[in-house]
């Protein structure tokens, strides 16, 4: 892809979206305001729901469609309880584990009903390049996925421990992203002359909280805290170009229905991206001469 002239002088723009479940709704705010800079990444990564969204843009889709559509099926609840129970895991499994894991839902099924119809099925047919990390559940490692069947990559990024099931790839079963990598733009190192992260991992606790959390509630805030820890150490041993941190702290991975907050959220970004891009491309300008 050839650079563009634009705002940023010709200098190239690659994107990393984190993991944060609901709170990843931000991003789209965040590809909206790129888009009407009119700036379009030459390579993309995500994890969980920032591999979700990451995708359904590099597959052409723009921020603006993208929240279209996610306000369109939000606004719907029959829908979308509907979209919920097709997404549910169908396997039958043993009573005690069916009990155990409620809200269990199954990664491939999920995305065909969220997903914006038409999305491709390999990561070769993406308009942009895009790379998802998951976790490699057998050998407890970071599984890095740029090529291959789309689907089964982004279902094993996203799959959260107990709430939707682990798939199966080549490498074996993958689980959750966000707990090796939940902002993946260290895999954009050389692929662009400025790399922007969106960090939706939350940095502080949820607000006014007096209650004692539920056993699920317990589990989401433990992977939000696992995911905000792992990438406060990774900005602060090498930080991106432009880090954005949308205010969405104080919402957990399933608040779905607070997506107007969320979007909010990350329209206050717009202003902090602009800026930052610049300052980012004024330091890749070589030095006047005297």
Avoid at 78 to 85: E, F, S
Avoid at 210 to 237: C, D, G, H, K, Y
């Amino acid at each position: 892809m050839t650079k563009r002239r634009g705002v940023l002088g010709g200098k190239t723009v690659a994107v990393a979206l984190g993991g944060g479940g609901a709170r990843g709704l931000a991003h789209i705010s965040v590809l909206q305001a790129l888009d009407d800079m009119g700036v379009r990444p030459v390579a993309m990564a995500g994890t969980s729901i920032g591999a979700i969204i990451g995708a359904a843009y590099a597959a052409g889709f723009s921020g603006a469609e993208l929240r279209a559509h996610t306000e369109a099926i939000l606004s719907n609840r029959l829908g979308l309880a509907r979209k919920l129970l097709y997404a549910r895991a169908r396997r039958r499994q043993p009573l005690l584990t069916r009990l155990a894991h409620p809200l269990l839902f199954d990664g491939v099924r999920f995305l065909d009903a969220f997903w914006p119809e038409g999305m491709p099925d390999r990561f070769e047919d993406l308009d942009i390049p895009m790379t998802v990390v998951a976790t490699d559940f057998r050998r407890r490692c970071e599984a890095v996925f740029s090529k291959g069947s789309l689907r089964t990559a982004i279902a094993g990024s996203m799959a959260i421990p107990g709430v939707v099931r682990p798939p199966k790839s080549e490498l074996g079963y993958l689980v959750d992203g966000g707990l090796v990598n939940p902002l993946p733009y260290d895999h954009l190192q050389g692929k662009a002359d400025i790399i922007v992260a969106v960090n939706v991992s939350g940095n502080s606790g949820m607000e006014s909280e007096t209650r004692a959390p539920s056993p699920f509630q317990t589990m989401i805030v433990a992977s939000q805290i696992l995911m905000n820890s792992i990438s406060s150490r990774m900005i602060e041993e090498n930080p991106p170009d432009v880090l954005l941190a949308p205010g969405v702290h104080q919402y957990l991975a399933l608040d779905l229905f607070k997506a107007s907050r969320i979007f909010t959220a990350g329209d206050a970004c717009r202003d902090k991206l602009r800026e930052g891009l610049l300052k980012a491309a004024e330091r890749l300008e070589p030095q006047r001469r005297d």
